[in-house]
């Protein structure tokens, strides 16, 4: 994967997705390498994050469309960008089958959400930059 210097200059720098799911390991290392420069502790966040989240798309979809990484003034937001018109409906459980992927998202960013328009949806999480 080419480095996408996009990200550097306050702009989004976006990796492909599709059919075909890319290692996590390869996803962080692309994301690692657009957050150069960046505090460690906050990389690590944000990796945590874009693991959670590239891991749920492909579970809970058919095809995301990609991964959105955009480095602003105070925060890192991270997008990933789906075809899905339905979604699972997020409940209350005592004692979850999987993981507590989405209580770390909602822990580690200020704000997260799922944003749904044109036939397809975006989950996005902004986490603080520490500079």
Same mark, same amino acid.
């Given at each position: 994967?080419?480095?996408?210097q996009?990200? *550097?200059? &306050?702009?989004?720098?976006?990796?492909?997705?599709?059919?075909?799911? =890319?290692?996590?390991?390869t996803?962080r *290392?692309? @994301?690692?390498?657009?957050?150069?420069?960046?505090?460690?502790?906050?990389?690590?966040?944000?990796?945590?994050?874009?693991?959670?989240?590239?891991?749920?798309?492909? *579970?809970?979809? &058919?095809?995301?469309?990609?991964?959105? @990484?955009?480095?602003?003034? &105070?925060?890192?937001?991270?997008?990933?960008?789906?075809?899905?018109?339905?979604h =699972?409906?997020?409940?209350?459980?005592? *004692? =979850?089958?999987?993981?507590?992927?989405?209580?770390?998202?909602?822990?580690? &960013?200020?704000?997260?959400?799922?944003?749904?328009?044109?036939?397809?949806?975006? @989950?996005?999480?902004?986490? =603080?930059?520490?500079?």
């Open positions: 994967m080419a480095r996408d996009a990200a *550097r200059k &306050s702009e989004a720098a976006h990796l492909p997705l599709g059919r075909q799911r =890319p290692s996590l390991a996803v *290392r692309w @994301v690692r390498v657009e957050l150069t420069g960046e505090n460690a502790d906050c990389v690590a966040d944000v990796l945590l994050v874009v693991n959670e989240l590239v891991s749920n798309a492909y *579970r809970y979809t &058919s095809e995301p469309s990609f991964l959105r @990484v955009v480095i602003g003034k &105070s925060k890192i937001r991270i997008e990933i960008a789906h075809d899905a018109r339905a =699972p409906p997020l409940r209350k459980v005592s *004692r =979850p089958q999987r993981g507590y992927g989405l209580v770390l998202v909602a822990r580690l &960013s200020e704000r997260w959400g799922v944003d749904r328009a044109h036939g397809g949806t975006v @989950v996005w999480a902004d986490l =603080p930059r520490e500079l």
